[in-house]
């Protein structure tokens, strides 16, 4: 199966509800919802209050990306804002394990996610211990980024290690994915495809969260 997970990054930030149930009537089943502090990447977007009160909205999967320093500090909180899944930088923390242990026994499903500039081999000591691996296809921070090339190459390889540890999880890519060369992404891996800003674009969103799911289709989604 192949998903589509709009990033609300992208949306109308004084019309978030109105976005969110946009694409959820077309058939959208995942919400990313990212969390910047200002600290791990050059950049503020939203905090706990805003991601309670979307959860109220969200009739599907809210998709949780911690792009904060010390993430651990506050997983208890997201889980109360309810996350369903919590995804955090292996960059961002000292003790990865620990808090990947920490968000299953919370009850939510627990992600890792690596920068451009990180190989793929960092993952090896908690590829068995994850639900869900992110790819960033862009430098996190800021949406509208042109998609990074190498990150194909990252796709396969994590593709390839996850076959070779026999596990069946979400690979999700994020950064600069358009309707363009969302199938080269596919074939390199990718099961769960983020999507901001060519998803939302006011009037035109509903028919572009839609064609991305038509073409899933035609990947067997």
């Given amino acids: 199966m192949i998903h589509l997970d709009p990033s609300i990054l992208a949306a109308d930030f004084a019309n978030l509800e109105r976005d969110i149930r ?11 919802v990212d969390v910047m502090d200002g600290q791990f990447v050059p950049n503020i977007s939203i905090g706990l209050p805003v991601v309670k009160s979307l959860r109220k909205h969200i009739t599907g999967v809210m998709d949780v990306h911690l792009m904060i320093e010390e993430p651990e500090r506050f997983l208890e909180d997201f889980k109360e804002a309810g996350a369903d899944i919590l995804t955090v930088h292996l960059e961002a923390t000292h003790h990865i394990h620990r808090t990947i242990q920490r968000i299953h026994d919370l009850g939510m499903k627990a992600g890792i ?90 009037e035109k969103t509903a028919a572009n969260a839609k064609a991305f799911l038509e073409l899933f289709k035609g990947c067997g989604a």
Avoid: W
Avoid at 114 to 132: C, H, K, M, Q, W
Avoid at 140 to 148: A, E, R, T, W, Y
């Fill in 22 to 32: 946009c694409v959820q009537e077309v058939g959208v089943e995942y919400i990313h």
């Fill in 113 to 202: 996610s690596i920068n451009p500039g990180t190989p793929v081999s960092a993952l090896e000591a908690i590829i068995n211990d994850v639900d869900l691996v992110l790819i960033m296809s862009v430098n996190p921070g800021f949406g509208g980024q042109k998609f990074i090339p190498y990150s194909l190459e990252k796709l396969r390889q994590v593709k390839a290690m996850l076959n070779k540890a026999r596990r069946d999880i979400l690979i999700q890519v994020d950064g600069g994915a358009t309707l363009d060369n969302v199938q080269t992404l596919i074939d390199a891996g990718a099961n769960l495809i983020v999507a901001g800003s060519s998803v939302f674009e006011g």
